[in-house]
Structure formats: structure tokens, C-alpha cells
């Protein structure tokens, strides 16, 4: 707890000297020709390596659908792995243009490092993953137990809440990456470990026995992920806050990769202002067919969704609070107009 709260007092002193520094992050981006996107080191359904070195994953398709609004090219990214220490240093140093890396919105983050986020990519809450022969079905019988964590998260602070409230102890081995946590666990260094769901998810496909571990039901905090940048740079906020929804808007129109050009001559002029608008697409500076770029080459939303964490992807996680908000979940595009 007290390492957290240095590192927080840390990176908030380095936000302090850089406010100010990196305010015109569209025109480095686009004269660099590439865009500089942080992501995890390596968590699958949102950003890990296949086995030909390419990243994967909701996050990285994120970073793809920024580039190709702006470059209008979703290859043009160098993906930054950072651990959850790095990650903030890193933004606020200018390292990174952007990061995309399962990063949980909280007020301290948002008012004391000189960061904003620009919206929700996916809508988490944290769990347990334990192994079958534990013989538990709840995360209430782990009092005593080891639980193997990752340093540096907001895990860290709602595992010491639950324990604490619960009246239970437990002991903590701190790990720097999710890999270092889910090698832990598979040495039997803890009984449990603890991060998001669609991370235990994730991780559990890594074991040699993913059928030797189940994810516990509670669930026991919000964990909203979302891409952040710097404060002070209004205008690269707006681009990347508006990427997610140009996805989302796009899934409510029922506009695809598939048929997006078709879609593109259509007379709707909602898809008109999403497609095809030079006045939408001033108003990010960007050109007429950002909005496009992002579905032609990434897709919207959902398809974004079901092929890195969704059923069609490994991880097989169901939509849930990540549907539209017209199929009761709590993903939402504001109106292009």
C-alpha cells in the first residue's frame, strides 16, 4: 500500500513537468507518419504477440482504429509494452502517444496525474481464478490464502477492501506483469489469483491444464477500461474519444468491413455524417474518411469485440454490459452531428 501510494505521488510529480509539454500530439502523430500506442505485455483478448509476433486483441485493435483514423493506415503503430508500473510514466514522458492497456478510470487517476481517459472500451469487474483441487466455489472460504496479484493496480487496493470488509486475511505475492502472475500460480507460489475477469479468462488459457482452474462467481469492483492520454491536448482528447465512438455508432447502424463501401453511398444522413463528411471530419482536424478508415480496416465495435474476447475468440466472453445500449448493455456512441 505504501509502494502505491509513492508510485502514485511519483508519476503525479512527473505529470506536474510535462502538462503542457505534449499539446499538439495530432500533428506529431501525423509527422511521424506512425502512432506511439502503450499496451500491456501481453494479455490475451487484449493485447498479446501470436506466434509470428503481430499483437492481438481488443487494446490493439484500439491502437489500429486510432491509426487509421488519423493515418488513415491500422498498421502504422509501434506498440509500446509497459507494465502497470510503467504505463503512466510512460504517457506522461511523451513516450507514448496514447495508452490502450486494460486500464481501470478512477477518480485518482483522472484529477492527479495529468491524464484523461476518453471513454469505456470494455466494461470489467475483478474476480478470483483458483485451482479445482482448492475445493472452494466461493471467494468467502479463501480466508488465509496466498493470492498472487499484479503490482502497481487498483486490484492491489480492492483485494486488501474485500479481505479487510470480509473480516479474512491474506497473504500477498506481488508480481510486476500478468505473465510473472499466472507463472505463480501455475508453480503453486499462492492459491489464488486475482485480477480482472476477462483477464482470468485470459490467463487461464496460458496453463498447461486450463481445465485445472475455474474463475469464482463474486465479482468485486468496477473495473472500467479505457484508452487515456495527456491533459492539456483538447484536440488529440477529442480524436481518440471519438474513434470509440465512430466503432459504436457504426455497429448501430449496422455499418460492417463487409459493407461499409456499399453503406458509404447511402442517403441516411446520420451514416452521410459518419462516412462521408468533411465538416465531422474538421472538427477532429482529421479528413473526410476517418470514420470510414476505422470500419473498413478495424471494424465497429462489436465486430471488434467478438473476435478478440467475444465467442468468437478463445476467451468466448459473452457481450453482457458490453452490448449496445439498445440491446440493454451500457456501451453508448454519441451522435455525429
Known sequence: MKKLATLIGGVAAVATLSM???????????????LNCGVSTGLPGFSSTDSAGNWQGLDADGCRAIAAAVL?????????????????????????DVLVRNTTWTLTRDASLGLNFTGVNYY?????????????????????????????TTTELNLADYFRFNGMSYEPVLYDTSEQTISGFEAGRCDVLTTDQSGLYGLRLQLSNPAGAMV???VISKEPLGPVVRQGDDNWFN??????????????????????????????????????????????NLDA???????????????????????GSPLQIDRGINALWVDGGLQYGMPVR
Open 20 to 34: 503542457g509539454a505534449q499539446a499538439q500530439t495530432l500533428e506529431q502523430v501525423k509527422n511521424r507518419g506512425s
Open 72 to 96: 488513415g493506415n491500422a498498421n502504422s503503430v509501434s506498440f509500446v509494452p509497459l507494465t502497470a508500473v510503467e504505463r503512466f510514466t510512460a504517457l506522461q514522458s511523451g513516450e507514448i
Open 124 to 152: 470489467d469487474g475483478q474476480g478470483f481464478l483458483v485451482s479445482t483441487d482448492l475445493g472452494v466455489s466461493s471467494a468467502l472460504e479463501l480466508d488465509g490464502a496466498a493470492v498472487c496479484i499484479q503490482s502497481g
Open 216 to 218: 469464482l462467481p463474486e
Open 239 to 284: 480524436v481518440v474519444k471519438w474513434v470509440h465512438y465512430a466503432q459504436l455508432n457504426a455497429e448501430e447502424m449496422g455499418i460492417t468491413m463487409a459493407n461499409v463501401d456499399e453503406m458509404r453511398t447511402s442517403n441516411n444522413p446520420e451514416v452521410v455524417r459518419l462516412l462521408n463528411s468533411n465538416e465531422m471530419g474538421a472538427h477532429l
Open 289 to 311: 474518411n476517418w470514420a470510414y478508415n476505422i470500419v473498413k480496416q478495424v471494424g465497429n465495435y462489436g465486430e471488434m469485440f467478438e473476435r478478440t474476447v467475444g465467442m
